[in-house]
């Protein structure tokens, strides 16, 4: 009974992986990307691009384990989610009202330590905010808030 149970799973497995991943599609940084239309500091770049990006524009790096299913399922979910609150790739379709809203959802967001998501750390410690990058990150959205009605 448990050897047909065991056999009864890992066709279900084997067979999950023939259904499609539902990954978000992937893309370069475009002519609306945040990065290619406004002048970002190298370390807020490099904080955007290493701790944000994957999840929050159309350039995600896919890891290996995102082709598996049923990971694919979750990786996928999260990564629309993401877009949907926030995607830089197409920041400059955005209005003034909206990008200056983002700005301020994403010093909330970093504020309360919301973001990287636990789950996305879990896997991606290197993308982890110490305190002083959500400082700097914290500080450059309000100046950049600030400058998008000047």
Request: glycine content about 2%.
């Amino acid at each position: 009974m448990k050897r047909k149970l065991l056999l009864g799973i890992l066709a279900l497995i084997i067979l999950i992986q023939f259904m499609p991943k539902g990954l978000p599609t992937t893309s370069s940084i475009t002519t609306s990307d945040l990065l290619m239309n406004n002048t970002i500091p190298s370390n807020i770049e490099s904080i955007l691009t290493n701790s944000c990006y994957d999840c929050h524009s159309n350039n995600t790096a896919y890891p290996w384990y995102a082709q598996v299913s049923p990971v694919s399922f979750f990786v996928g979910a999260h990564v629309k989610d993401g877009r949907e609150h926030l995607n830089f790739s197409e920041w400059e379709q955005l209005s003034k009202l909206d990008k200056a809203e983002a700005l301020d959802d994403l010093m909330e967001e970093i504020e309360d330590k919301k973001m990287p998501v636990e789950a996305y750390l879990l896997l991606h410690a290197d993308s982890k905010l110490s305190a002083s990058d959500r400082i700097e990150l914290i500080s450059w959205a309000e100046e950049f808030a600030d400058s998008i009605f000047e």
